[in-house]
């Protein structure tokens, strides 16, 4: 797939308009200026691949905005060799974002035909990153490969997934937007060696509902 000089001079404009809306993590803006966020879109949304926008990718679902994937995956504060679990797979960009910052990613999806999709696409254009695709029910998590250093969620989840907590090592970190209705609360939560939980918030934001018990 091409990636053209064009193409990767706005994506080095959209890593300085994220590092001017606080994303200071050079590695991690180092991994928003390798991966080709244009790849995951529809070729009706290609001239504006590098807009801080989310755009629909089919089945309901959106690609999210650069600085709110940014966002999150800054709280998760990655380290080279954790083994991510990222509920919502959607179009792939967030894994790869993961995987090139060093992370083992383990992502569940439970739209089907999207789960086969992105499997595909990661396979021919990813080859060489650390990244397992899962399709199943994102609430039950992935008790086969726990514990994680990190889950990151990328739907709006109406409450904290028990058996999502059960799979984080001491001291890893759950990022998860929490909240009924349009708007979550953006929580971190860490769990202590002691397994009791410290919940820290960070604003308000808008993603796709995670659904329980429901495949697709």
């Not at 409450?159 to 937007?177: C, D, N, T």
Request: aromatic content about 10%; hydrophobic content about 35%.
């Amino acid at each position: 797939m091409e990636d053209n000089y064009r193409q990767q001079g706005l994506r080095r404009k959209l890593v300085n308009h994220l590092r001017k809306q606080g994303i200071l993590d050079e590695r991690l803006l180092e991994a928003f200026d390798k991966v080709p966020r244009h790849w995951f879109l529809d070729s009706a949304f290609l001239e504006h691949a590098y807009e801080d926008k989310p755009f629909p990718i089919g089945m309901g679902q959106t690609i999210s905005q650069p600085y709110t994937v940014a966002f999150q995956t800054d709280l998760l504060e990655v380290q080279p060799g954790d083994k991510i679990l990222e509920i919502g797979t959607g179009s792939g960009y967030q894994a790869c974002i993961l995987a090139v910052l060093g992370a083992e990613v383990f992502t569940i999806e439970r739209h089907k035909r999207l789960y086969e999709k992105t499997t595909v696409f990661l396979q021919k254009n990813f080859p060489d990153l650390k990244i397992h695709t899962f399709y199943g029910d994102g609430y039950k998590g992935l008790p086969q490969y726990a514990p994680f250093d990190g889950i990151i969620i990328t739907a709006g989840a109406p409450e904290i997934p028990q058996a999502l907590v059960e799979q984080l090592k001491p001291m890893g970190k759950m990022v998860i937007p929490h909240g009924k209705g349009d708007l979550q609360t953006m929580k971190r939560i860490i769990k202590g060696d002691d397994g009791l939980l410290y919940t820290e918030e960070y604003g308000t934001f808008r993603f796709v509902p995670m659904l329980k018990n429901k495949e697709e």
